[in-house]
């Protein structure tokens, strides 16, 4: 048995999947070949997706896990695999004959998946003939070992009243209007905690790039960015963890790791679906988009103990069955 994984794209986002198939198959039989993807089109492998093969004697099998931001399909990817996941599955957009192969997942994140002395062998492998930049290619790969281990995703008491948030103020154009959508919805949601003070403890806000326009609409909520070991620790003491569709309407990173840690999670409507249904009252808050809105669910939840470790439960039993590296690869028939 032989795991045969494409190296060509962004290794942040393959990481959680590398993971997931070293820890099934074994490292010695997960190698990594760009020869064997090579009827597939530079642009086809630089699109944030991850190609591997499953070889089994003579026999394979060929998967694609998209991990972009929209739910559109890449037709060539899905026409040369036998299995095609993604993590931002919308079943009602996607046209009939580009559903026979799909497979909903659960959103990941990126995750330290090994040590760096085995990580820049196979970097400095990967980078040798490839069509991205050398300084861009590497930055990937810094950037994954920079990341927190799957196994420090772990639940914990959090303190009462106390609301932790910190997320990206996104660029926004009139194709995405993410000041109209993520970004605002976000600033709604920090408004209204730092509003509820001092019955809230509030800290975070929006993190913006030193070029981001956006920043003077939203400076009332910025915040500078932490290290990514402080954020987490920050986020398991959070009462609440706030969602919200991201870049695209995508499901983000945020969401995966809100399911891995089990938090109480208070979130806008998705946009796109998952392996299962997340059901308001029982695996997440389902609230309205409007500040007012967010502050009213804000304060159902803080006095109500019992009802937060009801969605903490059963979101982290949620992504023991359907979210973690081990469940996708289920999913995806491995």
């Excluded at 790969?141 to 609301?163: G, V």
């Excluded at 920090?190 to 509030?202: G, H, M, N, S, Y």
Aim: charged share 25%; net charge neutral.
């Amino acid at each position: 048995m032989k795991v045969i994984i494409d190296l060509e794209d962004d290794i942040q986002y393959m990481s959680f999947y590398v993971k997931g198939l070293i820890d099934r198959f074994g490292r010695s039989h997960v190698v990594y070949n760009r020869r064997a993807f090579h009827e597939l089109s530079d642009d086809d492998r630089a699109t944030r997706t991850m190609r591997f093969i499953i070889k089994d004697g003579s026999h394979e099998k060929r998967y694609t896990i998209d991990t972009n931001d929209s739910y559109r399909i890449n037709e060539s990817l899905y026409d040369w695999c036998d299995v095609y996941g993604s993590v931002n599955t919308n079943w009602a957009k996607t046209p009939e004959n580009q559903q026979g192969k799909l497979v909903s997942l659960c959103p990941s994140f990126a995750i330290r998946y090994t040590h760096p002395l085995l990580a820049w062998p196979a970097a400095a492998m990967g980078m040798v003939g490839t069509h991205r930049p050398k300084r861009k290619y590497l930055g990937s790969w810094r950037r994954m070992l920079q990341r927190p281990q799957l196994k420090a995703y772990t639940h914990q008491s959090a303190r009462d009243n106390y609301i932790f948030h910190l997320s990206t103020l996104w660029q926004s154009d009139e194709w995405n209007r993410n000041n109209e959508g993520v970004n605002l919805r976000r600033a709604h949601f920090i408004r209204a905690c730092r509003d509820l003070a001092p019955e809230i403890v509030f800290e975070g806000g929006l993190a913006a790039s030193p070029n981001n326009p956006s920043a003077q609409l939203f400076s009332d909520c910025l915040a500078n960015r932490i290290p990514g070991y402080i954020c987490l620790d920050k986020t398991k003491e959070s009462s609440l963890v706030f969602n919200t569709p991201a870049y695209w309407d995508c499901h983000g990173w945020k969401l995966g790791e809100y399911m891995a840690l089990g938090k109480a999670i208070l979130s806008t409507p998705l946009s796109n679906d998952l392996p299962a249904p997340l059901v308001h009252g029982q695996h997440i808050h389902i609230t309205g988009a409007t500040q007012e809105e967010m502050a009213e669910a804000i304060k159902y939840m803080i006095p109500h103990p019992e009802y937060r470790h009801r969605l903490e439960t059963n979101i982290h039993e949620y992504w023991q069955q359907y979210g973690t590296p081990e469940a996708s690869l289920k999913l995806l028939g491995i």
